[in-house]
């Protein structure tokens, strides 16, 4: 069995703070094994040094309060934390994707369409071309599209489908 050594400034945190001995402790026992499994759930050891920071600094603004086992406790919360910081990493770079077409889409120097496409467009009915050109050239989700016009979404999605047929009757028909 192995056997801990206390170190003499775990011993004289014990005697100030219960809390601080038993985070010192755990940091001398488990905090290192505790930060490669973060590392392997963030991919990255600077977030999972930051979960388990924040895991630290959370046990510490508990400390009038019990906690059983601090070593299960800050694993349960570093991992948590870990999760959470890696959803919201994926939720920011998807709205940055987002931004990014729309902010290309908004530069002033847009991509210009083809003047055969823009021909096609001209001959969908005014709802076809309304939806056609939110869904397809502003990018906007059906949904999007549908709050946009004030309309269902099985409204935008029929109007979707007439419009693809027409042009595509249109584009490759030369413009029949």
Sequence with gaps: MRQHRVSPAATLAATRDPRAAEIE???????????????????????????????LAKAWNRRDQPIDTLAAW???????????????????????????????LQSSDPQPLDDALVAALRTLPLRQRQVAVLHYVLDQSVADAAAALGVGEGTVKTLLSRARERLAATLEGGGR
């Design 74 to 104: 800050l694993t349960v919360v570093a991992t948590n934390h870990a999760r959470t910081a890696r959803r919201r990493s994926a939720a920011e770079d998807r709205a940055l994707d987002r931004l990014g077409r729309r902010a290309a």
């Design 25 to 55: 402790q755990f940091l001398a026992d488990h905090a290192q094994r505790l930060l490669g499994a973060l590392t392997l759930i963030t991919g990255s050891r600077a977030a999972a040094e930051d979960a388990l920071q924040d895991a």
